[in-house]
């Protein structure tokens, strides 16, 4: 293990792609980025040696590492990315995080690959690939193309279809969840799901292909619908908007927001449920491109701060991401504590990761928003639903 050849490949993967070498000096939410040249980016380690301390120092000291790295980030400092290296008596933790203005879910098996890829050349003393002006995605073009498709036919054709959608019911899709107001803190509920018999009840499915987010939202809606006797449900979902070639191996945010809302008639079984959130979401497929924040201006601007004054379900679907292959060391990953930065949320966070052998179910929320049991509850219901 080389700490400095793990700096050296983090600064070759940040100088690469536009969104790591971007910072906001002027922030505002429709102000514009600055640009840093190549050999002003670097990706300095925090190392922290934790060989010979006793517990529960080493604890402390390894718990004060995790928050530290994933403290909110500044927009208007560079860098936006930061990354500590703890070192144990035969093992070492690399911990990354990057600001979710220039990094969405989908940037991080890009970031790994080529993590994984620059690691593998440099290790064996190979620098072939790896000038820093050649390479990688530049997120400023598709920030270009955004700016220019909002003026477009097509984004005018995208404000009639969600406005169809939002009326009475966006941008925070309303659930009968009782909510409280006391003191608590983030809570993380979670369940492991055998992949094979989620997938083989999704196969069920009688009404052509049904894509697991399709499959999950209708699980979570029937669950609502079961707990509350509401009959129109609706969750917040992401979207990504990684349609071209370019955008395949792009690191920047990409996501977008999208807002599905389906009925959820009290004697529809749960495939009948997936047939509508199947159709809304293929209804939406074309206007994905218009911005979750446009939306708010036009149609809540009252929200602008995208604080919901009601609880609602935020769903996301997701897979595994595939580790990088290093030489000479074996390499797991793993996401530190962060049930903190649920404490203030007022809605629940519904993940479902999509693995070879298991499916992980997590919902995070906090405690002075919603009761714990049914937060259980509403859960054990979608994990039933997803299981049969």
């Known amino acids: 293990m080389n700490p400095d050849l793990l700096e050296e490949v983090l600064?070759?993967?940040?100088?690469?792609?536009?969104?790591?070498?971007?910072?906001?000096?002027?922030?505002?939410?429709?102000?514009?980025?600055?640009?840093?040249?190549?050999?002003?980016?670097?990706?300095?380690?925090?190392?922290?040696?934790?060989?010979?301390?006793?517990?529960?120092?080493?604890?402390?000291?390894?718990?004060?590492?995790?928050?530290?790295?994933?403290?909110?980030?500044?927009?208007?400092?560079?860098?936006?990315?930061?990354?500590?290296?703890?070192?144990?008596?035969?093992?070492?933790?690399?911990?990354?995080?990057?600001?979710?203005?220039?990094?969405?879910?989908?940037s991080i098996q890009v970031f790994l690959g080529e993590f994984g890829r620059f690691y593998q050349q440099l290790a064996c003393g190979s620098t072939a690939d790896l000038a820093d002006d050649g390479g990688g995605s530049d997120f400023g073009e598709f920030s270009a193309f955004e700016c220019d498709w909002?003026?477009?036919?097509?984004?005018?054709?995208?404000?009639?279809?969600?406005?169809?959608?939002?009326?009475?019911?966006?941008?925070?899709?309303?659930?009968?969840?009782?909510?409280?107001?006391?003191?608590?803190?983030?809570?993380?509920?979670?369940?492991?799901?055998?992949?094979?018999?989620?997938?083989?009840?999704?196969?069920?499915?009688?009404?052509?292909?049904?894509?697991?987010?399709?499959?999950?939202?209708?699980?979570?809606?029937?669950?609502?619908?079961?707990?509350?006797?509401?009959?129109?449900?609706?969750?917040?979902?992401?979207?990504?908007?990684?349609?071209?070639?370019?955008?395949?191996?792009?690191?920047?945010?990409?996501?977008?927001?999208?807002?599905?809302?389906?009925?959820?008639?009290?004697g529809a079984d749960l495939y009948q449920i997936a047939a509508i959130t199947r159709a809304a979401m293929v209804d939406a497929l074309e206007h994905q491109m218009m911005p979750f924040e446009v939306l708010l201006d036009h149609f809540a601007p009252q929200l602008r701060n995208r604080r919901p004054d009601r609880p609602y379900i935020h769903l996301n679907v997701q897979a595994s991401p595939v580790l990088p292959s290093l030489p000479g060391l074996?390499?797991?990953?793993?996401?530190?504590?962060?049930?903190?930065?649920l404490q203030d949320i007022p809605w629940i966070s519904v993940d479902l990761e999509d693995g070879r052998e298991h499916m992980v179910l997590t919902a995070g929320y906090s405690t002075g928003k919603f009761e714990p049991d049914l937060v259980s509850e509403l859960m054990a219901r979608v994990a039933g639903h997803l299981t049969g």
């Open 11 to 106: 600064t070759h993967v940040a100088r690469r792609h536009t969104a790591l070498r971007t910072t906001f000096p002027d922030y505002e939410p429709s102000g514009s980025g600055l640009l840093l040249p190549t050999d002003q980016v670097h990706w300095n380690l925090t190392r922290v040696d934790l060989r010979g301390i006793p517990q529960p120092a080493r604890q402390r000291a390894e718990d004060a590492a995790f928050r530290k790295v994933q403290e909110p980030f500044a927009p208007d400092e560079f860098p936006l990315f930061r990354g500590s290296l703890l070192r144990y008596e035969e093992d070492y933790v690399l911990t990354v995080a990057v600001d979710h203005m220039v990094f969405d879910g989908e």
């Open 330 to 341: 074996n390499a797991s990953l793993f996401w530190p504590p962060q049930s903190s930065a």
């Open 150 to 266: 909002l003026q477009s036919p097509e984004a005018g054709d995208a404000l009639v279809h969600w406005k169809s959608v939002w009326d009475g019911f966006g941008p925070f899709p309303p659930t009968r969840i009782p909510v409280r107001d006391v003191e608590g803190s983030g809570a993380l509920w979670r369940q492991s799901l055998p992949a094979d018999v989620v997938h083989a009840r999704r196969r069920r499915f009688s009404g052509g292909y049904l894509s697991l987010p399709a499959f999950a939202a209708a699980a979570v809606l029937a669950a609502l619908r079961d707990m509350t006797g509401q009959t129109e449900g609706g969750v917040l979902h992401p979207s990504s908007r990684r349609f071209t070639d370019a955008t395949q191996g792009m690191i920047g945010y990409l996501n977008n927001r999208t807002l599905l809302r389906a009925d959820t008639p009290l």
